[in-house]
């Protein structure tokens, strides 16, 4: 089916942990995003990328790597979990201006809730 | 650092009212804004986008835009219990990439 999908949904890790979130995305737009959402934080941009092989922070990166070795995939990984980083993580992508898609609309994924113990 | 604040919340109005929400943002280059709504457990849904000074209109919502004095602002006529959500105002960032900077939302319940 067309559209972004996380994975998983739920997951629950100890601190140390490396863990690994999934966003696909079949429409092949050119940017995607990672947000986490806190309780009083509303969205907070991780990290971005405009392209396959391109990829920038945003404006709570540490602590995550990302990578984007295909347009529809972009994986985050939280090396070293920390109980910070218990939090609600959204995928997003969007088209260039100009694209099939409306202009600068972000599409949201599901939602993964991470746990950090 | 670009700001977006919104008025803190949560705000109830009841059944048929008018709910009003509005939302400020720090980056003067900012021209694109953006309001979603978000149902609790979900994620967000775009429900408006304006670009240019004054009112948007689609429906029961209603965007307003002031550019001069870095002001947005949604308006739900005639609410229903379904307008009950977070709605999360965005403001796309002046430089080439496509961020989105978020407030911290406004929590409407619309009371039956």
């Known amino acids: 089916d067309a559209g972004i999908t996380q994975s998983p949904r739920y997951k629950i890790t100890e601190t140390g942990r490396q863990v690994t979130l999934m966003c696909h995305q079949t429409w092949s737009h050119s940017y995607m995003f990672w947000y986490r959402q806190d309780l009083g934080h509303g969205l907070r941009l991780i990290y971005y990328?405009?392209?396959?092989?391109?990829?920038d922070k945003g404006e709570v990166p540490d602590g995550y790597v990302v990578s984007r070795s295909k347009t529809e995939n972009f994986p985050l990984t939280l090396e070293s979990a920390t109980r910070s980083q218990t939090s609600v993580y959204f995928c997003?992508?969007?088209?260039?201006?100009?694209?099939?898609?409306?202009?600068?609309?972000?599409?949201f994924g599901p939602g993964t809730r991470l746990t950090v113990l | 650092q670009k700001e977006v604040e919104q008025n803190s919340g949560p705000l109830s109005v009841p059944e048929g009212a008018i709910a009003s929400l509005n939302c400020t943002y720090s980056d003067r280059g900012s021209q694109s804004f953006f309001w979603y709504r978000q149902y609790s457990g979900k994620s967000p849904e775009l429900i408006m986008s304006?670009?240019?000074?004054g009112d948007k209109e689609d429906g029961r919502f209603t965007a307003q835009l002031n550019k001069a004095s870095q002001y947005v602002s949604l308006l739900i006529r005639d609410s229903q219990p379904s307008d009950s959500a977070t709605y999360l105002c965005a403001a796309l960032s002046s430089g080439s990439a496509r961020q989105l900077t978020f407030g911290s939302g406004t929590q409407l319940t619309v009371l039956p």
């Open positions: 990328s405009a392209a396959a092989d391109i990829t």
């Open positions: 997003a992508s969007t088209e260039l201006a100009g694209g099939p898609s409306r202009v600068d609309e972000q599409f």
């Open positions: 304006i670009y240019s000074n």
